[in-house]
């Protein structure tokens, strides 16, 4: 081996022990939560055993106080608690997850006076129900500062969901963005997948989600615009929209209590399908919004 083989050599294992570093070390810091000790009021545990819903004070530097859903990973740290109760916990949260533990019953039972959480109401519409030409009478504002309107998009297949941009848990509105995203890569990936189709995500924080917040976020996560559109309102329209919806939000302080909802509406305009949950449903996502892209009004039928 020559002098100058040799120096290459040592020169790529230099690399590549330090990308296996600077891998380790990218590793260790997701694999190491922040972490706040928090204290609250339980208002609701989940028929799951893994969710339960509370009323928590302010978390500094991180979260304003609210009511909002944690999931804990062991069955048994909600084990003898009920409604009511006052708890403090460790609430764990890293760039993809977050969960609770170490929880213990601080307090009596307030005798079920906490405020009760929202209920999922969200159901399918009527099948014949055209829901892009309701969606077509209220009007909404892009990204880029534009009028939006839902007519437009005719003969596509739609998803959209809720989200506000501030939400700091990251299985909450960012796994909602994630899931976006991945299925919008799915179906660019996809060999032969249809062609027609666009997604929506439609925030409930039009006080602060402006068109240019909006913008930032969106690049943030490497959105395609040709196929993926943030959109904010007035307060009044988003209520309304939501309410169609079945979708229920409230402001708790400077952040939001709020449900889950992803809707699929197919190239007709009508229910495709729509789940009230998050976690990663991306694969999901991608089969609805093709079965939807495939849809064509029957010949009998008005336009």
Known sequence: MTQHSALVVVVLALAIQLGR?????????ESKPKTFQVRGTIEEIKSDGRTVIIDHESIPNFMDAMSMPFRVKATNELAGLRRGDVVRFRLSVTESESWIDQISRIGPSTNGLA???LTSTNQAPPPTAN????????TFINEFGRPMNFR????QTIALTFFFTRCPIPDYCPRLTKNFLAASRKLDALPNAPTNWHLFSISFDAEVDTPEVLRAYARGYGYDSNRWTF?????????AVARNFGFRFQKEGGAFNHEFLTVVLDARGRWQAGWPIGGDTSDMLVEELIKGASARNDPKESP
Do not use: K, M, N, W
């Open 131 to 138: 829901i892009v030409e309701g969606l077509g009478s209220y």
């Open 152 to 155: 437009d998009y005719r003969g």
């Open 21 to 29: 570093e600077q891998v380790q070390r990218a590793g260790a810091a």
């Open 231 to 239: 959109l904010t309102a007035s307060p009044q329209t988003i209520s």
């Open 115 to 117: 405020t009760p959480s």
